[in-house]
């Protein structure tokens, strides 16, 4: 899969449309997908998305994806400014929605905390990219399958935070970035709070554009100014609202909405 | 460059589509924080209610006085007609009658004249509520109403009058204070000089007591002219004391008619009565209620603005109008607790979707 991967990426790329296959479930379903009497089912990763964050995304990659439109570039980074604005679900949910709605390969880049911290995932795979790059294991091994094979991730990995600040700083992480990209048509970066800490700048340095998650009635605009400031010149491809909700009823929303 | 508060606000105000977005801020902050808002005004409410409650029952009892700017007597006599000025005679006598409430020495007149007795007199929590229930009132261009409000209707009408005597002698001080200090310097004056006219009489007596008349002839020329010089004397003396008592007549009759003067200008044509029936005081405790309601209502909307220009999270593209090249490329909507709980099939990325929306 990784070589069809790696030529289909080529493909696109000297195509210059930039644009994935529109649709691509619909119209060749992936080979482990399961089918019933002809029928296509879709991919269990989009099944378990919740319906307002689907529709978010169908709709986000839907507007990349028409002609005329600038399309997301092959790496993304999806990052915040601080804790607490659901970078990783925003970056997990992008992941699924390319994979599913282009019928593209998505590899996510979860650098967003090490495993080793307090705050690390106890679910996340053990190897990961820090043992990638300190020759402990293959990208191979640190590439773990989701319950569909377009969609791949790697983790931060053992260590701290010093280990992961050293491991974005190195030469061997642009390495691997290039070479997931010659892989994966997408590489998503769930990357750590920019305000936080520096790592999230050393990591989104090699990406070509980010999506900045703010939290809907949380997120202060000026967290927002010194976020987009910080990264230039790097382009934001755009804020995600998340959390949005309001308390103002129907029969009165016409009178406030903004 | 670091921004103000104020400035911000103030950016807040001034930027394209700030009234849009000021009035969706407030419409979250209200039904968002609604309990806040109602707190506050059920908070004013109920002090409302509870000093509404508390209003007591008062009685009132006024009375009028005319006040006439000349008398028939005051055209007779001499006597000084207070200039009124611009203002009519029953406006300047209002005005005169609210000053002199505020000073303490009228005010604690009043309060004797009411009843009150020794240091009670003086207090000024008792002069503070006599200012409070004495309130002074023109009817006309010569009509002066004086109206007591306390909790006892007795109380009220026994503070009317004393109002209406303090005042009025207290015009009468100040018109007849010339001819009644003319007065006392001439009574001054009568005991000096009936005391030289005692002195010389006495000198005449003890003279011709030791120089009685001559049996035959008339008396010597040296004692002629030494007793004509003691008569003369007394003559003297007595004429000063003539002048002195006629001076006092003068003055005395100067204060009769100013007395009376002011008795006319200044007539009470209805007495003070003491009221039967307390003020009604439903309208008093519905103001009550209806004030503190509007303070509420005021003070909450001021809350909720205040809030709604603090505000500076985004909620809306339109949050994003100050950074430009920016935009929202998506909104997710917040999710309910059991769709959070997403599982997701495979073997190694189980839980990348985290139990709530937060990274």
């Known amino acids: 899969m990784t070589s069809a991967n790696a030529e289909r990426n080529a493909a696109r790329r000297r195509s210059g449309d930039g644009h994935a296959r529109p649709l691509a479930i619909a119209q060749e379903p992936a080979k482990n997908l399961p089918t019933a009497e002809g029928v296509i089912v879709p991919s269990p990763l989009l099944q378990q998305l919740p319906r307002g964050l689907a529709n978010a995304f169908h709709r986000l990659v839907g507007q990349r994806n028409v002609d005329g439109a600038t399309p997301l570039p092959g790496r993304v980074g999806v990052v915040s400014s601080l804790h607490g604005n659901g970078v990783s679900t925003v970056a997990r949910a992008l992941a699924i929605t390319l994979t599913c709605d282009l019928d593209s390969t998505v590899c996510i880049v979860d650098i967003s905390k090490p495993s080793g911290s307090p705050k690390g995932r106890s679910t996340e795979p053990a190897i990961g990219l820090a043992d990638v790059l300190a020759g402990d294991a293959s990208l191979a091994e640190a590439l773990h399958a989701s319950a569909d094979d377009r969609l791949q991730m790697i983790a931060a990995g053992a260590g701290d935070a010093d280990t992961l600040g050293s491991v974005l700083r190195s030469r061997q992480f642009v390495a691997v970035l290039d070479e997931l990209e010659r892989q994966f048509d997408y590489v998503v970066i769930d990357a750590p709070p920019v305000l936080q800490t520096p790592d999230a700048l050393a990591a989104l340095r090699h990406v070509e554009g980010y999506f900045l998650v703010a939290r809907h009635g949380k997120t202060p605009v000026d967290e927002v100014r010194t976020t987009t400031s910080q990264l230039e010149p790097l382009p934001c491809l755009g804020v995600i609202l998340n959390r949005y909700s309001t308390r103002i009823p129907k029969r009165f929303q016409r009178i406030f909405a903004p | ?359």
């Open chain 2, 1 to 359: 460059m670091e921004v103000t508060s104020s400035e911000v606000v103030s950016n807040r105000l001034t930027s394209p589509g700030a009234g849009r977005r000021l009035r969706a801020r407030i419409g979250e902050h209200l039904f968002s924080k609604w309990y806040l808002y109602l707190a506050v005004l059920l908070l004013c409410l109920g002090i409302g209610v509870y000093k509404a409650t508390g209003v007591q029952k008062t009685y009132v009892s006024a009375g009028t006085i005319n006040v006439a700017s000349a008398t028939f007597l005051s055209d007779l006599t001499n006597v000084n007609v207070p200039s009124f000025g611009y203002q009519t005679p029953a406006q300047k006598t209002a005005n005169d009658i609210n000053q002199r409430l505020g000073t303490d020495e009228f005010a604690s007149k009043v309060a004797e004249a009411a009843g009150a007795t020794g240091a009670t007199a003086t207090d000024p929590n008792v002069l503070a509520a006599i200012r409070r229930g004495v309130l002074v009132y023109t009817g006309g261009a010569s009509i002066v109403r004086i109206a007591a409000t306390t909790g006892n209707g007795e109380l009220s009408q026994q503070l009317a009058n004393a109002v209406i005597s303090t005042y009025t002698d207290y015009v009468v001080d100040v018109e007849t204070a010339d001819s009644t200090a003319a007065a006392a310097f001439y009574q001054d004056r009568l005991k000096a000089d009936q005391a030289t006219l005692d002195d010389a009489k006495a000198a005449v007596n003890e003279f011709l007591e030791s120089h009685p008349q001559p049996a035959i002839g008339a008396r010597p020329d040296t004692e002629a002219i030494q007793l004509k010089s003691l008569t003369d004397a007394t003559d003297k003396a007595q004429q000063a004391v003539d002048d002195d008592n006629d001076k006092i007549q003068q003055a005395d009759l100067a204060t009769a008619q100013s007395k009376a003067d002011i008795n006319q200008r200044l007539t009470v044509v209805d007495q003070p009565q003491a009221p039967i029936a307390p003020q009604p005081i439903r309208k008093d405790q519905a103001m009550t209620v209806v004030i503190f309601l509007a303070v509420g209502i005021i003070v909450a909307l001021t809350f909720l603005l205040v809030v709604s220009l603090m505000d500076r999270t985004i909620r809306s593209s339109l949050d994003l109008s100050d950074l430009p090249g920016l935009s929202i490329a998506a909104v997710i909507p917040a999710l309910q607790s059991n769709q959070t709980r997403v599982k997701l099939i495979g073997p190694t990325i189980a839980g990348e979707l985290p139990k709530g929306q937060a990274s």
